[in-house]
């Protein structure tokens, strides 16, 4: 076990980008083993190598969601050390968010980390003979589960940076793609996952590696096939592409159930000294303003009587306060340090499904939202079925039912809502978009 943990680190740290697309030069850092993966890849270098890329993709996972709560008014991300998560994410006073700065630097580098260590893997199955090795279809199922972790990492990115565009083709180091429209990257993130999905439906029973509990009942290509759709469903979402969305869904893992709102693929944690902790969990005992997360006070005061998605804050009994913001709830969407954060699940396909429905079947909407807001102990739907209306009580079921998963601020993003989130300081802003890291040099 430690020799596979160590291998997994190392893989990482040999591949690391920079904050940008760049990468190091590793042939000359005395590592044969690396150079070796693109001569006689075996599957022990295999799994050490996936597990590189289940490793790198919760790197700055923190980063990321509290980029996403903080602009999205979810909460507030109170540092004694970092000011700039209540000055610059809020726009406090005229403040710009900085283009060479840990929360676009960070997250960023680290999603195209993973997005570069998943293309060498590519690369070292496709320059080599791996018959001898490898069944066809297990390869070919590979490929499919590297396609799919490449894409989810590049929407990441995208869903920071948004109008202003990602790079879709960064495989050659020396040669990286340009940038391309938001339009463009959807488009192109949507048909690599079509390209993973074919790759899984023929990638036969089982994968030639082992994933980590986090993909229980999504372990083999056919059933990880499942995930690859459902994330295709939530990009068909993001371009507004309804009729696709339910396409996608049908092919997905959703199930109109609330006992099966939390089945779906998940990031896991642990405590030893080779893993990394849940980033977003915070102990609420005894919390202070040098490290907290406090809830937007509208989270509470919106919500329904008797909602129970309410449990993901506590009541801290005191008022916490930095930089001219307060309140007297804390973020408790994670209960320990160790608990799984979704990269997506079913509660989320069932209000996709909700919202790919209002235009053609508002009766099936509300039939969808209603198993939310049940599952919630709220009382079935009974408003108007007009777009509006139905609109409205999909995005609110989705900002307490998706609360501090990174959903609120794109929600209202792609939505044109962006306006109707809270200003807690009458210089504050609300930003729709991060700037290109300025190490990318474009």
């Not at 998605?309 to 160790?338: C, E, M, P």
Request: net charge negative; aromatic share 10%; charged share 25%.
């Amino acid at each position: 076990m430690k020799k596979y943990i160590y291998k997994i680190l190392f893989f990482t740290s040999v591949v690391a980008t920079l904050v940008s697309c760049e990468v190091e030069e590793f042939n000359d850092l005395n590592n044969a083993e690396v150079d070796a993966f693109g001569e006689n890849l075996t599957r022990g270098d295999l799994q050490d190598l996936v597990g590189g890329i289940l490793y790198s993709s919760r790197v700055r996972l923190g980063t990321y969601f509290d980029d996403c709560g903080v602009i999205g008014r979810e909460y507030y991300r109170f540092s004694g050390s970092e000011p700039r998560f209540t000055g610059d994410l809020l726009g406090r006073e005229g403040l710009l968010l900085d283009n060479n700065t840990f929360y676009i630097t960070g997250p960023w580098g680290a999603r195209y980390r993973t997005v570069k260590n998943a293309n060498l893997i590519l690369g070292f199955i496709e320059g080599q003979d791996l018959s001898a090795q490898f069944s066809n279809a297990e390869l070919t199922g590979t490929k499919g589960f590297l396609k799919t972790f490449i894409a989810h990492e590049l929407l990441l990115n995208l869903n920071l940076t948004d109008e202003n565009g990602i790079r879709l083709d960064v495989e050659d180091e020396n040669n990286l793609g340009p940038f391309v429209s938001k339009s463009a990257a959807l488009t192109g993130i949507r048909a690599l996952l079509e390209e993973g999905a074919n790759d899984l439906a023929n990638g036969g029973a089982d994968f030639p590696f082992i994933v980590s509990s986090g993909f229980s009942g999504f372990d083999t290509p056919s059933s990880f096939l499942q995930v690859n759709k459902a994330i295709s469903a939530r990009v068909a979402a993001y371009q507004g592409d309804y009729p696709a969305v339910l396409s996608f869904l049908d092919d997905s893992f959703l199930s109109l159930d609330d006992s099966a709102l939390n089945t779906g693929v998940f990031y896991n944690f642990s405590l030893d000294q080779t893993d990394i902790v849940n980033p977003l969990f915070l102990a609420t005992d005894g919390l202070t303003a040098a490290n907290a997360r406090i809830v937007q006070p509208s989270f509470v005061t919106d919500a329904e009587a008797g909602d129970a998605r309410l449990d993901k804050v506590v009541d801290l009994g005191t008022t916490i306060s930095q930089d001219d913001l307060s309140g007297n709830f804390a973020v408790f969407r994670y209960k320990t340090n160790v608990d799984d954060i979704p990269l997506i699940r079913n509660e989320e396909l069932i209000l996709l499904y909700a919202e790919a429905n209002i235009n053609s079947n508002p009766a099936e909407t509300v039939n969808a939202l209603n198993i939310i807001r049940t599952s919630a102990n709220l009382a079935p739907y009974t408003g108007p079925t007009d777009s509006a209306s139905l609109t409205d009580e999909m995005l609110k079921q989705r900002r307490y039912s998706l609360y501090a998963e990174g959903h609120r601020w794109i929600d209202m993003r792609r939505f044109d809502r962006l306006d109707e989130l809270p200003i807690d300081r009458p210089e504050d802003d609300v930003f729709s978009q991060f700037p290109i890291p300025l190490t990318e040099n474009q």
